[in-house]
């Protein structure tokens, strides 16, 4: 590979800052070298609009086409490079940290591609491990190509799948979205020691069930609760359409011991009303027993006054 303009890059330098961000577990390798003819002019011309859009200072257009650039090779050290370095200025140690590390793990090649990488590679290496030395490798894989991930709590929460990276310990709400399907919701849950996760086949929007839910009076909120442990909550009534799975449903400030359990099946409406958490006897205010005693005295008084009238009446044609 030909040396590019590494000015615009190593002007950019240490002053970047940096924070937690996604990352990779063991992705594919894709060798420039292997590739046909083609796709090997699409890299390239990938490759160069990248370095255009850098000097230009369009950073955003620099980071998407650097991403699609090495979509196609991962082999190159200048592209690998210059992605860092994105993720670097975008506040994203994390990642930016995940491939400095790919790009430190082969140095002599970095070493014979670009003198200028090979001596700067160190210092910005060591510069995001200060910040994010406790990410560690994460790896999300999905069922359909072309899924998009949104992960809230990273400086970079637009991703593709699959995904490789590095993020720091914890959790993460994920969502997966594709064009024709319902997206899917669960928690990305990352350990110390790293993290493999599998987004499961999406439900195409055709396939989805649809919920009614009401709530007794005076009730304003649920929460529907799906199989993998997703929370959400609504305001009463809703309806809408949602994937097929079986839900733990109820109401806003009791807890989920007191949960309906709902299926929904492809393309099967439900209608669902929640039950009050009051029944007649504990909804009884105190003294309700006194009540019930007073309501049966009185109608052993009206059936007392009945027989007092029919007494009255015999004994009037006895005369």
């Not at 990273?154 to 490789?164: I, K, Q």
């Not at 079986?246 to 807890?255: D, E, F, H, N």
């Amino acid at each position: 590979m030909k040396k590019r303009q590494m000015h615009v890059w190593l002007g950019i330098g240490l002053g970047m800052l940096m924070l937690p961000a996604t990352a990779m577990a063991e992705r594919p390798e894709i060798d420039c070298n292997t590739l046909p003819d083609d796709e090997v002019q699409r890299f390239y011309e990938l490759s160069g609009q990248m370095s255009q859009a850098a000097e230009e200072q369009d950073f955003d257009k620099a980071f998407s086409l650097a991403k699609q650039a090495m979509s196609i090779c991962t082999s190159d050290t200048y592209t690998e490079f210059m992605l860092a370095r994105l993720y670097h200025r975008s506040n994203d140690c994390a990642n930016a940290y995940y491939h400095y590390e790919i790009l430190d793990s082969r140095p002599s090649s970095v070493k014979k591609e670009n003198s200028d990488i090979y001596k700067k590679l160190p210092e910005y290496l060591k510069e995001v491990k200060a910040k994010c030395g406790d990410a560690v490798n994460v790896e999300i894989v999905c069922a359909l190509p072309e899924t998009s991930l949104q992960i809230q709590g990273l400086s970079v929460s637009n991703l593709s799948c699959p995904y490789y990276g590095k993020v720091k310990p914890g959790s993460y709400p994920l969502v997966a979205t594709k064009t024709g399907y319902m997206p899917y919701k669960d928690t990305l849950t990352v350990s110390a020691g790293g993290t493999q996760f599998q987004v499961p086949e999406l439900t195409e929007s055709g396939s989805t069930g649809y919920i009614r839910v009401r709530c007794p009076k005076g009730a304003s909120k649920f929460v529907m609760v799906s199989s993998n442990g997703v929370v959400e909550e609504y305001v009463c009534p809703w309806e809408g359409e949602v994937a097929p799975d079986t839900y733990k449903i109820y109401l806003g400030g009791s807890t989920a011991d007191t949960a309906t359990t709902v299926t929904i099946g492809k393309k099967e409406r439900v209608e669902h009303v929640i039950p009050s958490l009051t029944t007649n006897c504990s909804g009884q205010p105190q003294g309700g027993h006194h009540g019930l005693f007073g309501f049966a005295v009185g109608l052993l008084g009206l059936l007392g006054l009945g027989a007092v009238s029919r007494r009255r009446a015999v004994a009037s044609k006895a005369k």
